[in-house]
């Protein structure tokens, strides 16, 4: 049997092993899917007025990777892994891992209960539209993820030679049209004012 037969027996031996290990629900060297952790992290705020509040996101809000200072900040970070082999004449994915982060940062306004009602009432809408507004980001970064995940374990290639540049060029291609996104986004929306993320 010549290398290539022995390549290609592995590659099936591999793929056999996967549909059995995904059919006996252990772990997978081919995730059925791309794995999404997101965190808020929040930062503690205190104050009894609008404008001590103002005051104080304006000293501790997250900073974004231009230097600005926001309210709230929403980061996205796609990983990606995978092998690949000659499979029935083409070069394809033998398995895929697709790990994406999303950390949102977010206030904590910490002694709410201290301030009158209608500044409470005022701060949930404020905070609910924030929020609103962070999403879309965190949003962008799922997207980015599906499709990553779509694109490389559906891509094929007459030969294997140059299927890494080839995958990581459309990951990263995929990457660099949603952080496009996330900048017109912010552009739309003046950061989210217009979606009703105006405090005071
Ligand atoms: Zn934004």
């Given at each position: 049997m010549g290398k290539g037969w022995q390549l290609i027996l592995r590659l099936s031996l591999g793929v056999i092993l996967t549909l059995l290990l995904s059919w006996l629900g252990l772990g997978q060297a081919w995730g059925t899917f791309p794995i999404i952790r997101s965190q808020v992290n929040y930062y503690g705020i205190t104050g009894k007025t609008a404008s001590a509040l103002r005051q104080q996101m304006n000293q501790l809000g997250p900073l974004a990777e231009n230097g600005r200072r926001f309210d709230a900040y929403?980061?996205?970070?796609?990983?990606?892994?995978?092998?690949?082999?000659?499979?029935?004449?083409?070069?394809?994915?033998?398995?895929?891992?697709?790990?994406?982060?999303?950390?949102?940062?977010?206030?904590?306004?910490?002694?709410?209960?201290?301030?009158?009602?209608?500044?409470?009432?005022?701060?949930?809408?404020?905070?609910?539209?924030?929020?609103?507004?962070?999403?879309?980001?965190g949003n962008h970064g799922r997207s980015a993820t599906q499709e990553i995940w779509q694109r490389l374990s559906n891509l094929t290639q007459p030969t294997c030679t140059s299927m890494s540049q080839i995958a990581n060029q459309a990951a990263q291609g995929i990457i660099n049209r949603y952080a496009q996104k996330d900048i017109d986004y912010d552009r739309q929306t003046g950061h989210g004012r217009t979606q009703g993320a105006v405090f005071p």
């Open positions: 929403t980061k996205w970070h796609v990983a990606w892994r995978y092998r690949y082999g000659s499979l029935g004449g083409s070069c394809r994915m033998t398995s895929l891992t697709v790990h994406t982060d999303i950390t949102y940062t977010m206030p904590q306004w910490q002694n709410l209960q201290q301030a009158p009602r209608s500044l409470q009432q005022q701060w949930q809408r404020y905070y609910q539209a924030l929020q609103l507004h962070e999403d879309g980001h």
